[in-house]
């Protein structure tokens, strides 16, 4: 299981990073601490930072916690995968809000799959996980008979 186990830490690894600089963006624009000018590095962050809301913010960080935890606890080879699921249902109730403020759960848009893609890819990373945590839980069984 080790040859599933690392992919599936750096995929990990690659949400929380997704997670935690759009909610730092969010809470620089709208705590304005100093003199920070995200706009200056780029201003695709700064509209994104200006449009999204506390809660959003909040979700983000949520998500990237627990999306953190379960990227250690599958490195520790202990149970990864209720924390995987917390950390999904966090990140699918922000994406949920951000398909609610373009309109809708459609299929009309102009690139379906982008905008459905990083949902997917995190339930399928987390069946994986699963299959990851039966097989570790197998181990552990087979060291304490």
Not at 21 to 40: K, S, Y
Not at 47 to 55: C, D, E, N
Not at 57 to 63: I, N, P, Q, T
Not at 108 to 137: C, E, F, H, K, T
């Amino acid at each position: 299981m080790w040859i599933l186990r690392w992919p599936l830490v750096l995929i990990l690894l690659v949400y929380v990073a997704a997670c935690v600089f759009p909610a730092a963006v969010t809470t620089l624009e709208h705590v304005q601490i100093g003199n920070i000018d995200v706009a200056r590095y780029s201003d695709r962050l700064s509209a994104l930072g200006a449009s999204a809301t506390p809660l959003e913010a909040g979700l983000w960080y949520g998500a990237a916690v627990f999306l953190f935890i379960a990227m250690v606890r599958l490195m520790r080879r202990t149970q990864a995968f209720w924390a995987w699921l917390i950390g999904f249902a966090l990140y699918g109730a922000r994406w949920a809000l951000w398909k609610q403020a373009e309109g809708g759960l459609t299929l009309d848009s102009q690139y379906p799959l982008a905008d459905y893609a990083p949902i997917g890819v995190l339930l399928a990373v987390g069946l994986v996980i699963l299959l990851v945590d039966g097989g570790d839980r197998a181990y552990w069984r087979r060291q304490d008979a």
